[in-house]
């Protein structure tokens, strides 16, 4: 199995920005993508974007489309999500996922989940 640990979440005003971590461990060469979900209060867990890591083809959800940004380390099994111009609306806890697929863009393409961090943003 891969472990993912999630970091970087916390509180920020509406505008401003925040890099989420997600370092990997474990039977990571089973990993071709690995994306960022988010879940807000009483909602589903939701797709944000995805990255393949051999050919860093990158894909995201319309509403983040512009505003965020996924990528990778080179050196280490750890990817990013660089989120500016943030919004109340993208309060939610945000999930690192590892998957076998080559752009997954649903959570059952997704086979391993670290445990979250939460990003609040403020109006």
């Known amino acids: 199995q891969v472990q993912l640990v999630e970091s970087g979440g916390g509180l920020v005003q509406a505008g401003g920005s925040l890099r989420l971590s997600c370092a990997a461990s474990?039977?990571?060469?089973?990993?071709?993508?690995m994306g960022w979900f988010r879940q807000a209060p009483g909602k589903e867990r939701d797709f944000v974007a995805t990255i393949n890591l051999s050919s860093r083809t990158t894909y995201y959800a319309a509403s983040v489309a512009g505003r965020f940004t996924i990528s990778r380390d080179n050196a280490e099994n750890t990817i990013y999500l660089q989120m500016n111009s943030l919004k109340p609306e993208d309060t939610a806890v945000y999930y690192c996922a590892s998957s076998p697929q080559y752009i997954p863009t649903k959570r059952n393409e997704y086979n391993d989940w670290g445990q979250g961090t939460q990003v609040t943003v403020s109006s």
């Open positions: 474990g039977r990571t060469f089973t990993m071709y993508s």
